[in-house]
């Protein structure tokens, strides 16, 4: 498979996975292998995942440029502060544990499977008993309840786990609609992925050069633009149909997973 091929395919990977609750990094690690595309550094990694960040920014663009104009309504300021609460979990346990997730569980697909399963049943018992919600409203977050789902999203470091998986379920626990509970996670994800792009591409700026330059911006635009095109149908569909299909995926793979490591596949 040509070069650009596999960047256009991790792309896509990435795009569609970042804010389904299936996990992207796993996805990629995984589809990286299969492939067989070779990303020294992270390099590529990293650099794609800018485009997810900016397309979720581009669709609540109308959102951030109310809060930032507006920063004098008790509303913005709100939205601010719960967002910026919600955070701070992921910021200190990544700097606390990067190193060693990055270093040991990124290379253990049965972690990553494990963890697919796990994750799996987690969200099928939590769809089966969570409690009723008594909030429709992402942008409403009591501080509170923003700080506990921010807990749940450094779960997330664990390949496998997923980011919007962790949030998600956390939010829904702490009585949060299920579209709200999504778009919260899409909220949280910009400051986290902003944060956690700045801190993987301080790690490899000495591995940037013009070399695979044209398979970033390939990988690139195609994060972009599927992750564009995925948000808003993904809102749609866990209104009507909830979470399970994803967790049943995230079983059938994680199976999967096992299996061709039982097998040496």
């Not at 996805?27 to 990286?32: K, R």
Request: aromatic share 10%; proline share 5%; net charge neutral.
């Amino acid at each position: 498979m040509p070069s650009l091929l596999k960047a256009a395919v991790l792309g896509l990977v990435q795009g569609v996975t970042e804010f389904l609750p299936i996990s992207s990094t796993a996805h990629l690690l995984v589809g990286a292998r299969l492939i067989g595309y070779d990303d020294p550094g992270g390099v590529f990694t990293v650099m794609i995942q800018l485009g997810s960040i900016l397309a979720v920014m581009w669709l609540y663009r109308d959102q951030l440029v109310r809060v930032v104009t507006t920063l004098n309504d008790p509303d913005s300021r709100h939205f601010i502060v719960m967002v910026s609460v919600a955070t701070v979990p992921a910021l200190v346990a990544g700097a606390l544990l990067s190193t060693f997730i990055k270093s040991v569980l990124y290379g253990s697909f049965a972690v990553i499977a494990c963890a697919f399963i796990v994750g799996g049943l987690v969200i099928l018992a939590v769809e089966a008993g969570r409690p009723e919600p008594d909030l429709g409203d992402a942008e409403r977050v009591p501080i509170g309840r923003a700080f506990l789902i921010g807990v749940g999203q450094t779960l997330a470091l664990i390949p496998g786990v997923s980011r919007s998986g962790g949030t998600i379920i956390a939010a829904m626990l702490l009585r949060v609609d299920r579209a709200a509970a999504a778009e919260f996670s899409f909220f949280l994800a910009m400051p986290t992925m902003a944060a956690a792009f700045a801190h993987d591409l301080l790690e490899v700026r000495h591995h940037l050069g013009s070399a695979r330059a044209t398979e970033i911006a390939v990988g690139f635009v195609m994060a972009f633009v599927s992750s564009a095109l995925v948000v808003r149908p993904f809102l749609n569909y866990v209104r009507t149909h909830g979470f399970a299909p994803f967790a049943w995926y995230r079983i059938a793979l994680g199976a999967a997973i096992l299996g061709a490591i039982y097998w040496r596949v």
